[in-house]
């Protein structure tokens, strides 16, 4: 019996990482390292005060909320290729100018502008980049409610090991993932100016090549430093760190040193996933926490509260390729009073609000997490379903979600909405290439109006340069 276990076990790969491969199989007929060039033209136009919800929803800041814009984006790419060597790089500098109407008839900015490095294992990234999200599928989601595609991607720094890695020894059977972010939220808004991010998160993932997988991820985020017209200077410094850090009190204001100093948010996720050869099926749970000390999710004390989905993909039939199906609610915020008569209670969790930070978990105006709810508007009950396939070439989403809004505690204001949206997307070849894209959406409802609207978009992108 012993023979046969070591032989088996020899058989594996103990560390089944992909540098950990044969790097001689590399040959010029495989993947080479390519750089590429992007152009791309978008106009959208409607009906009403706004561009509709799910116009801008996913789109990292880069659909105007006016009703009337336009966007022209040029750039460079050159993607990762090569994930079995020990050394791959990738990066990318897209900058977009855009017109619109209302009161701010231009303005340019960096869609993307980053470098990305991997060594071995280790991920290091620096500039302005979208944040991954591990749980759902990108494009068929409401959004993360900690960190989603809402706003502009943040200029940062970020270390650790960006995808799930399995554990040495082990087999593949037990993976992690985990990093350090620090970022700089630059939007100079009309509250603290020059706020820093605080970002690091922890994951791990059971199973392996097992039918079934269960994986558990923490994300602490925090605001700090900055300058306010009140308060003064927020704490730059080293000391500041270490507590925003530690999540521990200090700071300046009776808020920060009675709580901790910044404005905290952890989010934990938990995943179960079961997979055959040609489909995947993904129910995840995630919620928000603002009181300490931290507890497991679904014994913190707002544990009616959270983000609920189930996601089913397939590659059998393009016709329709994934199902996403979630919830949200975050109507209890651990009960209404934070304090009263005395006693703390530790309610009234304001999510996305803080009395310091009074821009709160927003940039450059916009939701850092999940865009149906703001700081003052923090309380809402939500139901999505979302869709997407290749018919003949046409790829395509189709998605729909009523929202219900009921404010916070301390300002209580019931709106509704429904927002709907087709999205197509078709390369054609005849036509130099270019790829032809048209989205149309509509709000229905009181909580921003009843908005419609289509976008056109014409991309073209293609090789510069290839080498190994």
């Not at 700071?251 to 901790?260: Q, Y």
Request: charged content about 20%; some cysteine; aromatic content about 12%.
């Amino acid at each position: 019996m012993l023979l046969v276990v070591s032989t088996t076990c020899s058989a594996w790969n103990w560390w089944p990482i992909a540098c950990a491969k044969d790097v001689r199989i590399w040959n010029s007929d495989i993947q080479r390292d390519t750089l590429l060039y992007i152009g791309e033209l978008s106009g959208n136009a409607g009906g009403g005060s706004r561009s509709p919800w799910m116009m801008q929803y996913d789109a990292n800041g880069h659909v105007s909320t006016e009703p009337y814009s336009g966007n022209l984006t040029l750039g460079i790419r050159k993607p990762s290729t090569r994930p079995i060597r020990w050394f791959d790089y990738d990066g990318a500098v897209l900058l977009t100018g855009r017109l619109q109407s209302g009161e701010r008839l231009g303005t340019g900015y960096f869609r993307e502008l980053y470098a990305h490095v991997r060594l071995y294992i280790v991920d290091v990234t620096v500039g302005i980049k979208p944040m991954e999200n591990a749980f759902g599928d990108k494009e068929l989601t409401m959004g993360d409610l900690l960190i989603s595609d809402n706003a502009h991607p943040i200029p940062r720094v970020t270390i650790g090991l960006d995808h799930y890695t399995p554990f040495p020894g082990l087999y593949g059977y037990l993976e992690i993932r985990g990093g350090l972010t620090h970022g700089w939220l630059n939007d100079n808004n009309d509250y603290v100016k020059k706020t820093l991010l605080h970002h690091k998160f922890a994951g791990a993932r059971i199973g392996g090549r097992l039918p079934v997988n269960i994986a558990y991820e923490i994300h602490h985020a925090a605001q700090w430093g900055g300058t306010d017209n009140i308060y003064g200077d927020l704490g730059n410094d080293w000391s500041a760190f270490k507590n925003v850090f530690m999540a521990r009190s200090g700071g300046k204001s009776s808020n920060e040193t009675i709580n901790a100093q910044g404005n905290h948010i952890v989010s934990q996720t938990l995943c179960l996933t079961a997979k055959g050869k040609r489909w995947r099926m993904d129910i995840y749970w995630q919620n928000l926490s603002e009181d300490g000390p931290l507890r497991f999710i679904g014994w913190t004390m707002n544990a009616a509260d959270g983000r609920w989905g189930l996601h089913l993909s397939q590659n059998r039939w393009p016709f329709l390729s994934a199902f996403t199906l979630e919830c949200i609610q975050t109507t209890d915020q651990s009960g209404p009073f934070h304090d009263r008569d005395g006693f703390i209670y530790g309610g009234n969790d304001g999510y996305y609000a803080n009395s310091i930070y009074r821009q709160g978990w927003t940039y450059y105006g916009r939701v850092i997490g999940n865009g149906l709810m703001s700081p003052d508007d923090s309380r809402v009950i939500a139901g999505y379903i979302g869709l997407k396939g290749d018919i003949y070439g046409f790829r395509y989403r189709l998605a729909g979600l009523h929202s219900r809004h009921f404010g916070t505690y301390q300002h209580p204001n019931r709106t509704r909405n429904t927002s709907l949206m087709l999205d197509i997307k078709k390369r054609v070849e005849q036509a130099w290439g270019l790829e032809f894209g048209l989205r149309l959406s509509a709000d229905i409802g009181d909580k921003w109006g009843n908005n419609y609207g289509a976008m056109v978009t014409v991309t073209k992108s293609g090789l510069i340069k290839e080498w190994h």
